[in-house]
């Protein structure tokens, strides 16, 4: 089995919503794209972990930060990466082989997918270590900007590498900040559960709800100026799933069902098919 295809594997098992527009990439593209993807899911997952304290998380965060920082390819990163035995136990396999998802990425990429999963796991390390202390709504956006802003900010930047797409940067911000709001609303009960509360002091559901629509609304500009191909259809699912699921969690329920999430995608499919179909017979 080739690395692309165990990142394939590995990325089925790890997210509903970014497999189907991953795969969907072509060539490099979907190495490139795959490779950011798992790498920030790999740390995502040590911020998330219910088993480990705030201070351990940071510092496995600034781990990672620092064996990123040090390596010129895939290879010496595995080799200056290294976690005890006891976390090797408690981490999910997408976290552990960080180092084989930093070496999938082409050489000409690599080193900004690597800069923007260290600058990450930095910021992360931060919001562990200070509790996930969110009291303003400028806290939720230094938040939402640290784990997700920056990841619209690296899609750019990946766009603009491949095929040379410009995307607006600050509605870049808006698109990866309005999905990490989704995720906030989404996951409010379980960040409870482990303690951990990221609505801003006094707010409820409904104000984190309009929250999200502002910085969804910057997202639409973002894929407003993309031209038809993969990078819209790659732009295009997350963003229709993430208003469904809002539009799911105004009406009370707990997140979007399966059954809504393939009308979404079938919507998008024949939305998809008749832009192409549009564009060739220009």
């Known amino acids: 089995m080739t690395l692309r295809e165990d990142a394939i594997n590995v990325l089925k098992e790890t997210s509903r919503t970014f497999y189907i527009p991953i795969v969907r990439l072509p060539g490099e593209l979907q190495d490139a794209v795959a490779s950011a993807y798992l790498c920030m899911r790999a740390i995502d997952e040590i911020e998330d972990h219910p088993e480990l304290d705030g201070s351990t998380k940071a510092n496995l965060l600034t781990t990672v930060s620092q064996a990123l920082q040090t390596g010129r390819d895939g290879a010496e990163f595995a080799g200056s990466f290294a976690l005890s035995g006891e976390y090797r136990d408690l981490l999910p396999e997408v976290t552990l082989r960080i180092a084989d998802w930093s070496a999938l990425a082409p050489a ?18 931060y919001w562990a270590a200070n ?11 230094r938040y939402t900007f640290s784990v997700a802003g920056a990841v619209g900010l690296l899609l750019s930047d990946l ?75 790659f732009c295009n699912i997350p963003l229709a ?42």
């Open 159 to 233: 766009w603009s590498w491949y095929d040379g797409t410009r995307t607006d940067r600050i509605h870049a911000i808006g698109f990866g900040r309005g999905l990490q709001a989704v995720n906030i609303l989404r996951n409010h009960t379980e960040d409870l559960e482990r303690g951990v509360d990221l609505y801003p002091t006094g707010w409820d559901q409904a104000q984190v709800l309009a929250y999200a629509r502002r910085n969804l609304m910057q997202a639409d500009q973002y894929v407003a100026v993309l031209p038809a191909g993969p990078v819209l259809d």
């Open 241 to 282: 799933l993430a208003y469904a699921t809002l539009d799911a969690l105004a009406r009370g329920e707990a997140k979007l069902d399966r059954a809504m999430v393939l009308q979404v995608l079938a919507q998008l499919e024949n939305q998809a098919g008749d832009a192409h179909e549009q564009t060739a017979g220009r």
């Open 108 to 125: 000409a990429i690599a080193p900004r997918v690597w800069d923007a999963t260290a600058a990450m796991a930095d910021r992360m390390a």
């Open 131 to 141: 509790g996930w202390n969110v009291q303003t709504e400028a806290d939720l956006d």
